[in-house]
């Protein structure tokens, strides 16, 4: 006994002495911050939603303030973000970091439209430094649309906090990927917080943009409605880049959920986009580019010159599109319907963008722009110049689809391995152990490193084990007799050496205190004790036998 007490406190010596070594990160770990909870609010429109609210709404950037502000607490933060990094108090990220002493928030980065979402489509904006905090507000959409190294000098942790409108040409998420190269570039950190689709995560449809037709209105291999997530798109753009990537998730939060169900006001992401109906409408209207097929109100109208307004409505309406329906409308000299969106859940923003373009080329055959020694923006927004040449052909919306299937499906596929959050409904973390659920004090939670993590006490005495915890050492001692078998386990606070019966163990993961509270590895403490761990997604049980 007296060796194995020697062995012990050497380890733990040789453990502390180098912990801050340990500190230093790999530059190319994907580290997924996933906390899965309920959806949680009702929705506005009463057609929406008829799901009872148990749990709150709760978006990344405020999780971050709540259970990670390790990640930034003593660092130097630079700050990607706009009008739209608000949390549900209607506070902006910026003055959150900026009035948090422990945080240093150093440096500020605008993408389109700038940091106060007032410049135009397009428009080239300047860098300057913030008035009020003194910082540099660095322009993404300007003489550079990806951070320079001398614009991450001082920069050690890289937040993004900007919202999405959940469409591949939307550039927010172009700003986004160019970010994470350049945090690759320069070996920073990016932490995404994660914020709603607009759209939800279910529709996932459009034409999958080809490899010759990446821009900065489409720099990746996406469909033009992609159904994932800013945090989930980090994780999928990260597959080729290979970036110290990091994802603060949403709670109360499903594949299932639409804007409306967050409770969240809408805030003009863009100058074109003042709400809702222009965030749906968006992939719908905006498709025409160079044709003379446009969008008027703000997304919700689309027509061109020589169209017959009625007979365009009748098309669109005998297609029989869910969750929408066209009214015709004339505006000046064009022909046009209206939309009007009936059921957020089932409307296709992206199939209904490409029948009403396709019915419109019936009605007045407008000329197809070409791609030549330069790729018009009509093939950049549909991420192909095959659309084109379907339209000349004749083809219905219908043939159009049946072309992208095999792309299309091959990328939901792909895309699997990147969400973040369930299909299915909501259920509580726990924690069965020899088929007695395990009563817990404080809510067991899954941290960065995908681990459940549960309550120190009940987790050991539920397995018939002791255990002596020092808080002067922050070492948590385990014993006792599992299954037939005696053992003893070592923890300690912060690290992630485990000793089992006197051999070291490498965690993935560590104990830590949170909330007043000593919580542990699940999987990790029930393996060394001998037990068997299985872990039920779709029910987010664990069962320990």
């Not at 169900?261 to 905006?286: E, H, Q, R």
Request: aromatic share 8%; with cysteine; proline share 3%.
């Amino acid at each position: 006994m007296k060796s194995k007490i020697s062995t012990k406190s050497k380890i733990i010596r040789r453990i502390n002495q180098n912990n801050s070594k340990r500190i230093s990160r790999n530059a190319c770990s994907i580290m997924v911050v996933l906390i899965m909870l309920a959806l949680t609010s009702t929705s506005v429109f009463a057609q929406t939603s008829d799901i009872a609210s148990t749990v709150s709404f709760k978006l990344g950037n405020e999780n971050l303030m709540s259970s990670y502000h390790h990640l930034i607490a003593g660092k130097r933060v630079g700050l990607i973000t706009n009008q739209s990094g608000v949390n549900s108090q209607g506070e902006s990220t910026i003055d959150v970091l900026a009035n948090d002493s422990t945080v240093d928030l150093v440096a500020l980065y605008g993408p389109e439209h700038g940091i106060d979402g007032q410049a135009g489509a397009g428009e080239y904006i300047e860098s300057y430094i913030h008035k009020e905090l003194g910082i540099p507000v660095y322009s993404l959409y300007g003489k550079t649309r990806k951070p320079s190294e001398s614009m991450l000098a001082d920069v050690e942790v890289i937040l993004f906090d900007v919202q999405d409108i959940g469409a591949r040409t939307y550039t927010y998420i172009s700003t986004l990927n160019y970010c994470i190269k350049a945090a690759k570039e320069c070996e920073k950190t990016i932490i995404v917080l994660d914020r709603p689709n607009p759209l939800g995560g279910v529709i996932v449809d459009g034409w999958v943009l080809e490899d010759q037709f990446e821009t900065f209105v489409g720099v990746d291999n996406l469909p033009t409605a992609h159904g994932m997530t800013v945090g989930e798109l980090a994780l999928y753009f990260n597959r080729d880049i290979g970036a110290d990537v990091r994802v603060v998730p949403m709670e109360g939060y499903s594949r299932e959920t639409i804007y409306q169900d967050t409770g969240l006001p809408w805030i003009a992401t863009s100058p074109n986009i003042p709400d809702i109906d222009s965030v749906f409408g968006y992939m719908s209207t905006g498709l025409g580019e160079g044709t003379g097929i446009f969008q008027a109100d703000k997304f919700k109208w689309i027509g061109g010159k020589g169209i017959d307004a009625f007979a365009f409505a009748n098309l669109l309406n005998q297609a029989q599109l869910s969750g929408v329906t066209f009214i015709p409308e004339v505006r000046g000299s064009a022909g046009g319907v209206r939309l009007v969106i009936n059921d957020y859940r089932l409307f296709n923003p992206a199939k209904t963008g490409i029948y009403a373009l396709t019915y419109a080329h019936s009605l007045n055959s407008f000329k197809v722009p070409k791609s030549g020694k330069t790729t018009v923006m009509f093939d950049k927004i549909m991420g192909t110049d095959k659309i084109g040449i379907y339209l000349e052909q004749g083809l219905t919306p219908q043939e159009i689809d049946a072309k992208n299937l095999t792309r299309l499906n091959s990328f939901k596929e792909e895309r699997k391995k990147y969400l973040i959050y369930s299909d299915e409904p909501y259920h509580q973390l726990s924690v069965i152990v020899q088929g007695k659920t395990v009563e817990f004090d404080s809510e067991p939670y899954i941290d960065e490193n995908n681990r459940l993590m549960v309550p120190l006490r009940a987790i050991v005495e539920a397995l018939g084990a002791q255990v002596d915890w020092s808080l002067e050492k922050r070492t948590i001692n385990i014993s006792g007799d599992v299954l037939g078998k005696k053992k003893s386990i070592l923890f300690v606070i912060d690290e992630k050496t485990a000793i089992v019966d006197d051999a070291r163990n490498e965690m993935d993961t560590c104990p830590v205190i949170k909330n007043s509270r000593t919580m542990i590895p699940a999987r990790y403490v029930s393996e060394f004790m001998g037990a068997t761990v299985n872990w039920n997604g779709e029910t987010r049980t664990v069962t320990v036998e």
